[in-house]
Nanobody, 125 residues
Framework: VQLQASGGGLIQAGGSLRLSCADS????????TGWFRQAPGKEREFVAA????????AYADSVKGRFTVSRDNAKNTVYLQMNSLKPEDTAVYYC???????????????????WGQGTQVTVSS
C-alpha cells in the first residue's frame, strides 16, 4: 500500500484547501481511512475519519463544522476539505488506512497500519 497525500500549501486565515490521499492500489476504496496532523513541537493528533462502505465520518472537535472528509472510490482517493482555516491548523497532514476490513471508523493512531508521507499546511494570520 502506498499512500500519497497532496494539496497542502500556504494560505491565509479564513481560506480553504482540499487535501487528497491517493492509493495506487484499491485499499482506500475498501478500508477505513483517516487524517491526522502534527504541528511543530506537538504530537500527532486525529483530525477526521471515514468508513469504507457507509461513509460515516468522525471529526476532532477542533475541526468540526470546518473540515469535511469524503471519498471517491472510483478514483481510490480520500479528500479532506478544509474551510475557514486558522493559524492553529498549521501542521503536516497525514492520511492513513486501516488494513483490516471494517465498517466503522477509527480515531486512534494505533489503529492505522499504513501512512502517507504527509503534506504541509501553513495558515498565515
Amino acid at each position: 500500500v502506498q499512500l500519497q497525500a497532496s494539496g497542502g500549501g500556504l494560505i491565509q486565515a479564513g481560506g480553504s484547501l482540499r487535501l487528497s490521499c491517493a492509493d495506487s492500489g484499491h485499499t482506500l476504496s475498501t478500508h477505513p481511512t483517516g487524517w491526522f496532523r502534527q504541528a511543530p513541537g506537538k504530537e500527532r493528533e486525529f483530525v477526521a475519519a471515514i468508513t469504507s462502505g457507509t461513509r460515516r465520518t468522525a471529526y476532532a472537535d477542533s475541526v468540526k463544522g470546518r473540515f469535511t472528509v469524503s471519498r471517491d472510490n472510483a478514483k481510490n482517493t480520500v479528500y479532506l476539505q478544509m474551510n475557514s482555516l486558522k493559524p492553529e491548523d498549521t501542521a503536516v497532514y497525514y492520511c492513513a488506512v486501516v488494513s483490516r476490513y471494517s465498517n466503522t471508523y477509527y480515531i486512534k493512531e494505533s489503529d492505522y497500519d499504513y501512512w502517507g508521507q504527509g503534506t504541509q499546511v501553513t495558515v498565515s494570520s
